[in-house]
C-alpha cells in the first residue's frame, strides 16, 4: 500500500510503499476512502506533542470500508463504512475508564499518534472505537466531523445550557459548531485573528450574531466562551467576555503559555477548563445528532501525496476549508 509517513518531527513526511496491514484480534482491516488534516497532525509533525511513535503514519479523522475482520471481530461486515477517530485503544480498568472518562485513560492510544494512522490506502483499527458513519454523507464529507465535529461538539457540551458563545479562532472545529449551536437555538459570537475579515464574512454566513477580532469587546455579555486558536492570551481575554458563573472551554490540544491575569477576571464563579481527547459516546451522540441539522464540513481536497502540501497550507491559513485526503 501507500502511505505517507512521518520519520522524523519538523521534517516533510515521505510517501512510502508498504506492506498492507493485517488486523490483529478484535480488529478490521479497513480500505481508506479519506482521511481529514487537523491542526493536531501539525503539532505531531512540529514536534508541539510529546514522544509520538516514529515512523508514525499520522492522520486520525479517517473515513473507509472494513475490508478484513481479525479473530473474534465481530461488530462489523465486510462493506460496513466505518469512521476512525483520535481515540483508538483505552485500558478500559483504570478509574477513568470505569467512570465514564476513557478520554482521559493514562495508557490511552490515539490513532495518527501512538497508533498509525489514516494518511494511507489501508489501515487496521479496534472495532470498538470504530464509529459507524450515517449514509448522508460521503466519506469526504464525514471525515472532517471525526475530530473537529467531535471536539467540537464535546466543548459546546461543557458549555451547558449556554445561551450567548463566544468562539475565539475560527477555523474547522468552530464551523461544526457553530452550525450545531445555531440549531439548538443558541447564538454565537465570532473571534477572530485581528484583521481577518474573510473569516469574519465566513462566521456571519453561517449565521454568527456578531464578528470581529479577538480583540474587540463583544457587544453582549457572554455565557460561555470556546477558545479554539491555540493562543493562551485569548484565556485572558475570553475571561473579561463572560458573564458570572460563566465558563471558558480551551478546545484545543495544544496552547502557548497563559498569560498572568487579575484575580477579578476570574472572581464571580468563573470557570476555565479544557477539553482532552473524547469518548464513544461523543461519537455515537454527534453522529446522531450530525445528519440533522445538518452539519456539513466546508472541505479542500487533495491527494494522499499531497499532504505534505495540505499541511503546509494548513500551517500558514491558506485553506478554505479543512483539507481531506482521498486515496488513490
Ligand atoms: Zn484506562
Ligand atoms: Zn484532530
Known amino acids: 500500500m501507500q502511505a505517507m509517513v512521518l520519520t522524523e518531527t519538523r521534517k516533510p513526511l515521505q510517501k512510502i510503499n508498504a506492506v498492507d496491514p493485517c488486523p490483529g484480534r478484535g480488529e478490521v482491516l479497513v480500505r481508506v476512502e479519506a482521511c481529514a488534516v487537523c491542526r493536531t497532525d501539525l503539532h505531531v509533525a512540529d514536534g508541539d506533542l510529546p514522544d509520538p511513535k516514529l515512523p508514525l503514519i499520522p492522520g486520525h479523522e479517517i473515513v473507509g470500508r472494513v475490508v478484513g475482520v481479525g479473530p473474534e471481530s465481530a461488530r462489523f461486515a465486510i462493506g460496513d463504512?466505518?469512521?476512525?477517530?483520535?481515540?483508538?485503544?483505552?485500558?478500559?480498568?483504570?478509574?477513568?475508564?470505569t467512570a465514564g472518562q476513557e478520554n482521559l485513560c493514562d495508557d490511552a492510544l490515539f490513532t495518527g499518534y501512538t497508533r498509525n494512522g489514516g494518511y494511507a490506502e489501508w489501515t487496521v483499527a479496534d472495532e470498538r472505537y470504530c464509529v459507524p458513519i450515517p449514509d448522508w454523507y460521503s466519506s469526504a464529507e464525514a471525515a472532517p466531523l471525526l475530530c473537529a465535529g467531535l471536539i467540537g461538539f464535546r466543548s459546546l457540551m461543557k458549555t451547558g445550557t449556554a445561551r450567548r458563545?463566544?468562539?475565539?479562532?475560527?477555523?474547522?472545529?468552530?464551523?461544526?459548531?457553530?452550525?450545531i449551536a445555531i440549531h439548538?437555538?443558541?447564538?454565537?459570537y465570532a473571534f477572530t485573528r485581528v484583521g481577518d475579515s474573510g473569516g469574519q464574512d465566513f462566521a456571519r454566513s453561517l449565521g454568527a450574531r456578531w464578528a470581529g477580532s479577538s480583540n474587540s469587546v463583544a457587544p453582549v455579555e457572554l455565557d460561555a466562551a470556546i477558545i479554539f486558536a491555540p493562543a493562551g492570551d485569548l484565556v485572558p481575554r475570553a475571561l473579561g467576555a463572560v458573564r458570572k458563573g460563566g465558563v471558558v472551554v480551551c478546545g484545543g490540544i495544544h496552547m502557548s503559555d497563559i498569560p498572568q491575569f487579575p484575580y477579578r477576571l476570574l472572581w464571580g464563579e468563573r470557570t476555565v477548563c479544557s477539553v482532552a481527547n473524547l469518548t464513544r459516546k461523543d461519537a455515537e451522540d454527534f453522529m446522531a445528532i450530525a445528519p440533522r441539522v445538518p452539519v456539513r464540513a466546508h472541505i479542500e481536497t487533495f491527494q494522499l501525496t499531497d499532504a505534505n502540501d495540505a499541511l503546509d497550507r494548513l500551517r500558514?491559513?491558506?485553506?478554505?476549508?479543512?483539507?481531506?485526503?482521498?486515496?488513490?
Open 184 to 188: 439548538q437555538g443558541r447564538e454565537i
Open 165 to 179: 458563545i463566544g468562539i475565539y479562532g475560527f477555523g474547522a472545529a468552530a464551523d461544526l459548531v457553530t452550525q
Open 316 to 328: 500558514s491559513g491558506r485553506l478554505k476549508g479543512t483539507a481531506v485526503l482521498l486515496m488513490p
Open 81 to 97: 463504512r466505518v469512521g476512525i477517530p483520535w481515540l483508538g485503544w483505552t485500558c478500559g480498568k483504570c478509574r477513568y475508564c
